[in-house]
């Protein structure tokens, strides 16, 4: 017989996960002159005095954060592979894990606050409240906040690289917003929510802090579900006057603001000016308490603030990076139900952080957490940028090479 070709067909299989035990061993000397004990130094461990590995830290804190699994099907996972890992343990390893990450985490905050240029958006979480529930007021769950603030220049090509940054808050009050861009200043994309206002306004100076960008989505959003409600032919007609300015942005996404704003000067201002003329010939059509009439004046009420991409080439159409940095929140409700208390809460702000910045750089989260935990407590302090998301993917690269 004589091979004349040969045909290759693939399966996709999978290869089980399986914990192992690492055993450390240590040996101990004596000097047989002078009896002296000598033993090399235990090395470190990403929870000093806990058995936790890095790779376990990190696959609890990406299944838990990321993947949303509630940490008592962590715990039936962790059994079939034979290790019974009680649920109040992996809480207290995730804790303690972002309490050794903060310092990378503060680094996160402070590079994506310093930005001139912000999303910003909130969600609410329930949080469990057992005083509540001690003196009977309800079933001891509380609403609180996650606010995001997001830095991402890829749209326009800017230099500085993608994150998120979150923070948890027990209520919607706007001292936690004041308090959080405190430090910041610049332009900010959010939604209508009453807090920002006092950021918008003048000062001492005359000058605000923040200029407002409105989000063209959220707007189109009120006519779409006017539209799936009753079919309205107006509601579509605005679908249709928004829907040409996003094809005009899917065109000139990652170019440099100059060539955004060229293109929004020729091409999307005749188009904005007409659909305002057109809104406003619209409200002396209809209803004025219907919900057709309370969409326009939403976003006529905002016009400047919608308009303000028009005038920069950095401005986003949408808040749209915010609101897809909230989407994993959305997401793990449906899975964790509530945080277990506020320090819960916090933990979670702190993981999504550090989790969903990782990501928006491109980089496996599980990798990412691994390595950093298996060697922050050795990393030189001077040198933690190094390991940063937007830095990590280099420096790795450069020790590999190295070695």
């Known amino acids: 017989m004589r091979l004349v070709g040969e045909d290759v067909s693939e399966i996709l299989d999978m290869i089980a996960a399986q914990m192992k035990v690492i055993e450390v061993a240590r040996l101990k000397k004596s000097c047989r002159c002078c009896e002296k004990m ?5 090395p ?7 058995m936790a590995g890095a790779g376990l830290l990190a696959y609890i804190l990406v299944s838990k954060f990321d993947d949303h699994l509630p940490l008592y099907r962590l715990n039936e996972i962790f ?9 109040g ?16 985490i503060e680094r996160i905050e402070t590079a994506v606050m310093a930005s001139d240029l912000l999303h910003a958006d909130d969600t609410p979480i329930r949080v469990l409240d057992r005083s509540l529930r001690d003196k009977g007021l309800g079933k ?17 090509a800017g230099s500085s690289p993608p994150g998120a940054v979150y923070y948890f808050a027990p209520d919607w009050k706007e001292e936690h917003v004041h308090r959080h861009l405190k430090q910041s200043s610049g332009i900010l994309q959010a939604d209508g929510y009453k807090g920002y206002g006092k950021l918008y306004a003048p000062g001492e100076k005359r000058e605000s802090r923040f200029k407002e960008a409105a989000c063209w989505a959220h707007w189109r959003r009120d006519f779409h579900d006017i539209w799936t409600s009753n079919k309205s032919e107006i509601a579509r007609e605005a679908l249709h006057r928004i829907g040409a300015l996003y094809d005009i942005e899917r065109g000139i996404n990652g ?6 704003l060229a293109a929004r000067q020729k091409q999307s201002k005749p188009k904005v000016d007409a ?9 002396t059509r209809i209803p004025g308490k219907s919900d057709l009439a309370t969409a326009f004046r939403y976003g006529l009420s905002r016009w400047s603030s919608l308009c303000l991409f028009l005038e920069d080439g950095r401005v986003a159409i949408d808040n749209n990076a915010a609101e897809r940095a909230l989407r994993p929140i959305g997401v793990g409700r449906r899975n964790w139900l509530f945080a277990g208390a506020d320090t819960g809460a916090e933990t979670l702000a702190r993981a ?3 989790i969903e910045t990782a990501k928006m750089n491109g980089l496996d989260p599980q990798a990412y957490l691994t390595d950093v935990l298996d060697r922050i407590h050795d990393h030189k302090i001077n040198r933690l940028d190094e390991l940063l998301p937007w830095n990590w993917s280099t420096i790795t690269t450069i020790d590999a090479k190295a070695a």
């Open 38 to 42: 000598v033993q090399v130094a235990a």
């Open 44 to 50: 470190s461990r990403p929870i000093p005095g806990s």
């Open 79 to 87: 059994t079939r592979m034979g290790a019974d890992i009680p649920d």
């Open 89 to 104: 343990t992996m809480v207290d390893w995730c804790g303690r894990a972002m309490q050794v990450l903060q310092p990378l």
């Open 140 to 156: 001891g769950v509380k609403k609180g906040r996650i606010w995001t603030y997001v830095r991402d220049q890829r749209p326009w």
């Open 255 to 260: 170019q440099p603001p100059e060539t955004r």
């Open 275 to 283: 659909f305002r003329h057109w809104a406003e010939a619209q409200l």
């Open 352 to 354: 999504m952080t550090i």
